[in-house]
């Protein structure tokens, strides 16, 4: 740094001495000269004491250089680990939270938690009185799960993909363990075939821990399905059947979806239940990836 102060100096004192240039307009450009240095010009370093400097001044530390001339670039790009967040208010006075995070790119691990946060503070009588009605007669009150979620590639071509999730809600001391095969078969251009099962080992009650005596409950679900999609009209024709160890047989049931716009879709479906009656729904949705 001081030497090439002292360099720039020297250049302003030469320019300083060189005369000024002829302002004859018949004289090409290219033909100026400059002016060299001359013995009459001032000595810049004639009453500086080259021993009394403060040297110090340039004792810096090399093993920080990397890292500044790192942090002097541009602005730094979205961290591929960065917490995602999400919020949305609910009719009965809640607030529906997400978070969700990156573990590692290798099959797709992730974390997260979706929570259910009541309002706090005061609240009029109105308000109050509107949160019970639509809570059920009750105030809402804050909840929440936790889950850990990895998507796997299949084995051969037995399946394509595997999802494996485990959620635990301390709240009503429950936790679910689900694992999803999944398998595409494209049969032409226009139609493809999905075929997808899922296995769900639900506890209920406290995890046993040691000192505790407890006696979780387990159950099974299991639930196959296969979806025919026409890609042209955006329609999905499903059938599929389910078994748990409340039943004692298959439940079978059909349906049908239909995209809209901008991921709203419209689906019905007819199936059985455990009591012989007709399960029939019909819904609207709208689904977007985070």
């Avoid at 030497?3 to 290219?30: H, N």
């Amino acid at each position: 740094m001081l030497a090439a102060g002292i360099t720039l100096a020297s250049m302003l004192a030469a320019a300083a001495q060189t005369p000024p240039a002829d302002d004859d307009p018949e004289t090409p450009a290219a033909e100026e000269t400059e002016t060299a240095p001359s013995v009459n010009d001032v000595d810049i370093m004639k009453d500086i004491d080259v021993d009394k400097l403060d040297w110090s001044q340039l004792n810096v530390d090399a093993s920080t250089l990397p890292a500044l001339a790192k942090g002097s670039g541009g602005p730094k790009g979205a961290s591929a680990a960065e917490t995602a967040w999400s919020s949305n208010a609910n009719s009965n006075g809640t607030s529906a939270v997400s978070v969700k995070q990156s573990i590692s790119p290798f099959w797709d691990t992730r974390i997260g938690a979706d929570m259910r946060v009541a309002r706090q503070g005061t609240a009029t009588t109105s308000e109050l009185l509107s949160e019970k009605l639509a809570n059920g007669g009750s105030l809402p009150q804050s909840s929440g799960t936790a889950w850990a979620a990895i998507t796997a590639p299949g084995v051969a071509s037995i399946w394509d993909k595997t999802s494996v999730e485990a959620r635990v809600d301390p709240g009503s001391e429950q936790s679910r363990l689900g694992t999803s095969l999944s398998k595409s078969l494209p049969l032409n251009e226009e139609y493809s075939l999905t075929l997808k099962n899922d296995y769900n080992l639900i506890q209920q009650g406290i995890v046993p821990v040691p000192g505790i005596v407890s006696h979780p409950a387990r159950s099974y679900e299991t639930d196959q399905s296969a979806r025919l999609s026409i890609a042209d009209t955006g329609t999905s024709l499903i059938a599929g059947q389910t078994l748990s160890t409340s039943d004692d047989k298959w439940l079978r049931k059909v349906g049908a979806e239909q995209k809209l716009f901008d991921g709203v879709t419209i689906s019905g479906s007819i199936g059985e239940t455990p009591s012989g009656a007709a399960n029939k729904s019909l819904s609207a949705g709208f689904r977007r990836s985070w």
